[in-house]
Each structure stands twice: as structure tokens, then as C-alpha cells.
């Protein structure tokens, strides 16, 4: 079987250095409380097309007590969520899209290849294969302890906040 190629290999990601802290992140990405899936950003390389971050596990995250009772595994769409959070903020940061938010469109060839508990640095990679007005495309790579445990390609889509709340209220009835 031939050797993985990592877009960044996990040896090579310096997670101590901080290229943007949560505050950083926020400025683009929407998500807040239990919904946020980044610590931080510790690597960009816009000529590449490539970022990386990650997500410090703590024993409290929200979805221990249920995934599962006394065996807690992170989520296999929280590990996507979290490299769809990458994503978009790589995304957002460089203008790659005529989007205020960028969301899913679809996830290909995702695999899901260990396990992450709670106490972990889950580590994401994300390259951007591609970026129209419409969709973006990209692959991500996902680590702990420089073993590979979730590796996939997300679409994200352009997103318009207003457009949503607009439709939102429209289709809820009046009291």
C-alpha cells in the first residue's frame, strides 16, 4: 500500500505558533459557545493554498455526556464542522469568495481513520483546491499525535446572513 501524502505533514505543524487566537477567528466565522471547533490557527501559507489549526478537546465539551456514555469519542461531524470552521475562515481571511459566511455543500470522500477523546489537540489541515463565486472546494487532513484520524473534501457554498433571516421570517406565520 503506498505512504499517505500529507498535504502538511503532522511533525511539521508548530502548534505553538499562534497566526490567530479565537478572537481572530471570530472576526469571520459565525459560530459562538458550543458550536465553536477552533482553538486557534497556527499555520497559513496563501501561496499554497494552505492552513492549519486546531481544536483543544477539553472534559467538558458538550457532547460527552452522550457519544457515547463512559466511552466518549469526538463526533465524526464535529471533526468535519471543525474543518469546515478552518475552511471558512481561510476563506473569509483572503477573500476567496464574494460571501459574508460561507457554509456546507456537501462533503466527498470522507474517511474516518481513529479516534479522538476528550483531552486531545485535534489537529486540521485544509488546502483549497478551488474557489468560484459559487462553491469552494477543498481537501482536509485531521491528527492527533501525528496520526491521521479523519481526511475528507468539503464544498463550502457563499452564504448571505440577511437573505436567510429574511426567508426565515417570511415563512413563520404570524401570531
Known amino acids: 500500500m503506498a505512504k499517505k501524502t500529507f498535504i502538511l505533514a503532522p511533525d511539521q505543524i508548530d502548534t505553538n505558533t499562534i497566526v490567530a487566537d479565537i478572537e481572530e477567528i471570530r472576526k469571520y466565522n459565525p ?3 458550543e458550536m465553536e471547533q477552533l482553538t486557534a490557527v497556527c499555520y497559513e501559507d496563501p501561496e499554497q493554498a ?5 481544536k483543544d478537546l477539553g472534559e467538558d465539551e458538550f457532547w460527552i455526556r452522550g457519544h457515547f456514555p463512559g466511552m466518549p469519542l469526538m463526533p465524526g461531524v464535529l471533526m ?3 474543518a469546515a470552521q478552518l475552511a471558512s475562515y481561510y476563506t473569509l481571511k483572503y477573500r476567496l469568495m464574494n460571501a459574508p459566511m460561507v ?4 462533503f466527498q470522500e470522507v474517511r474516518f481513520r481513529g479516534i479522538v477523546w476528550p483531552g486531545d489537540r485535534f ?3 485544509v488546502r483549497l483546491l478551488r474557489a468560484r463565486a459559487t462553491m469552494m472546494t477543498c481537501e ?3 491528527f492527533v499525535k501525528n496520526s491521521l ?3 475528507g473534501v468539503m464544498l463550502g457554498i457563499p452564504l448571505s446572513p440577511e437573505k ?3 426567508e426565515l421570517q417570511a415563512s413563520t406565520p404570524a401570531e
Open 31 to 33: 459560530q459562538r459557545f
Open 50 to 54: 494552505v492552513c492549519a489549526g486546531f
Open 80 to 82: 468535519c464542522e471543525a
Open 103 to 106: 457554509g456546507f455543500g456537501g
Open 123 to 125: 489537529v486540521i489541515v
Open 140 to 142: 482536509f487532513q485531521c
Open 149 to 151: 484520524v479523519c481526511e
Open 164 to 166: 436567510i433571516v429574511k
